[in-house]
Every structure is written in structure tokens, then in C-alpha cells.
Nanobody
Framework: VQLQASGGGYVQPGGSLRLSCVASTSIYSGYVVGWYRQAPGKQRELVADTITGGLTTYADSVQGRFTISRDNAKNTIYLQMNSLKPEDTAVYYC???????????WGKGTQVTVSS
């Protein structure tokens, strides 16, 4: 599975951005899809993930502000980010885990910078 993320950029605190991630194949069934982020000097952390017909998980720090969604017809995962804070500044990575064999696939990352 190849993943192409886009939508990052520079935004002021309180602003919004929407990240998109297009997969090269159908990820409708048998995959956990989500977003991670890595800030400078910190470890990569889960932002949100979801599985078709199953749970959606959010990091406590983004709960209520970020929303993960998917368009299965377009093989695309979205991350709507509202009320952005400077601490949301990071490189955001699209991630897919194939449940059969537990194979992980990563996109190249897109930079999000929140600053006044």
C-alpha cells in the first residue's frame, strides 16, 4: 500500500486544516487507518485511528478538536483539525496497518505549523 499525504501548512492558533491521505489500493476492509505525528525532539505519537465498523481512537490532546474520516470510494483518509494550538505543530504521517500479517505502511509526512 502506497500512501500520499497532503494538506499541511502554516496556520495561526485557533485555525483549521484538513489533511488528506490517498491510498494506492482499497483500504475499506481489513485495515486500521490513521494519523500519527512527530514533533521536533519527540517520539512519533498516535493522533487518531479507525477501523471499518469498529472503534475510532483519538489522543487525549486532540479529542474534541480533530476528526478522522474516510471516503472508501476514493481510498482516502482525512484528518480535520480545528482549534489548532502551537503544540499541534509536527510532521503528520498517514498510517495503515494491514490486519492480516500486521504489516505497517507509512506516508511521507506533511508538515503542520501552528504559530502566530
Amino acid at each position: 500500500v502506497q500512501l500520499q499525504a497532503s494538506g499541511g501548512g502554516y496556520v495561526q492558533p485557533g485555525g483549521s486544516l484538513r489533511l488528506s491521505c490517498v491510498a494506492s489500493t482499497s483500504i475499506y476492509s481489513g485495515y486500521v487507518v490513521g494519523w500519527y505525528r512527530q514533533a521536533p525532539g519527540k517520539q512519533r505519537e498516535l493522533v487518531a485511528d479507525t477501523i471499518t465498523g469498529g472503534l475510532t481512537t483519538y489522543a487525549d490532546s486532540v479529542q474534541g478538536r480533530f476528526t478522522i474520516s474516510r471516503d472508501n470510494a476514493k481510498n482516502t483518509i482525512y484528518l480535520q483539525m480545528n482549534s489548532l494550538k502551537p503544540e499541534d505543530t509536527a510532521v503528520y504521517y498517514c498510517h495503515v496497518r494491514q490486519l492480516v500479517g500486521l504489516k505497517d505502511f507509512w506516508g511521507k509526512g506533511t508538515q503542520v505549523t501552528v504559530s502566530s
